[in-house]
T-cell receptor, first 112, second 116 residues
Framework: AQSVTQLDSQVPVFEEAPVELRCNYS??????LFWYVQYPNQGLQLLLK??????LVKGINGFEAEFNKSQTSFHLRKPSVHISDTAEYFC??????????FGAGTQVVVTP | DTGVSQDPRHKITKRGQNVTFRCDPI?????LYWYRQTLGQGPEFLTY????????KSRLLSDRFSAERPKGSFSTLEIQRTEQGDSAMYLC??????????????FGSGTQLSVL
């Protein structure tokens, strides 16, 4: 069975400050990990994914995530956030058929 | 590429009524997924198709739920005898995968169902 735990339900952050969103997973098989973002009134969009290879993954909009097998984590980071990064962020783990299991989400609120 | 489209965007119904939602995936995408999202939660898997074949249905899905993808293109999700607990955002996603690979999912904006 696969599952994802997002440790923070909400993260307030000031504009231009760094942000880290924490994600831990459990999986008994090969691990495929994703971060999706959901802006208000929009569909989910892929930020980045880890399938294999380098453990540091770079995504869109300046986001990156690091896969850590020993800690079963896939934390998302951005060195400097913008107001437009205000959104809900979901970590997800996939099985080999592309079926995603999502975490509960982390709401990021960026203030000036 | 017009993206994944879902219809309707919003649906209000009375308890006990049947509702049907439609999803049009991105053209030529062979996989189609249905998810349900409630407030404060991440999307929850319901079912998925490879072309017209329904490959998996969540154990959480009651018999009141049924999904079809008759020609391997658009899909419909029907809920019979709706209950207030069915109120949620229903999301559709699609992808193109050759074989059993992993590719990113493209999500629609969802259908918001409210059962009164």
């Amino acid at each position: 069975a696969q599952s994802v735990t997002q440790l923070d339900s909400q993260v307030p952050v000031f504009e231009e400050a760094p942000v880290e969103l924490r994600c831990n997973y459990s999986s008994s098989v090969s691990v495929y990990l994703f971060w999706y973002v959901q802006y208000p009134n929009q569909g989910l969009q892929l930020l980045l994914k880890y399938l294999s290879g380098s453990t540091l993954v770079k995504g869109i909009n300046g986001f990156e995530a690091e896969f850590n097998k020993s800690q079963t984590s896939f934390h998302l980071r951005k060195p400097s956030v913008h107001i437009s990064d205000t959104a809900e962020y979901f970590c997800a783990v996939s099985d080999s058929w592309g079926k995603l299991q999502f975490g509960a989400g982390t709401q990021v609120v960026v203030t000036p | 590429d017009t993206g994944v489209s879902q219809d309707p965007r919003h649906k209000i119904t009375k308890r006990g009524q049947n509702v049907t939602f439609r999803c049009d995936p991105i053209s030529e995408h062979n996989r189609l997924y249905w998810y349900r999202q409630t407030l404060g939660q991440g999307p929850e898997f319901l079912t998925y198709f490879q072309n017209e074949a329904q490959l998996e249905k969540s154990r959480l899905l009651s018999d009141r739920f049924s999904a079809e993808r008759p020609k391997g293109s658009f899909s419909t999700l029907e809920i019979q005898r709706t209950e207030q607990g069915d109120s949620a955002m229903y999301l559709c996603a699609s992808s193109f995968v050759a074989g059993a690979g992993i590719e990113k999912l493209f999500f629609g904006s969802g259908t918001q169902l409210s059962v009164l």
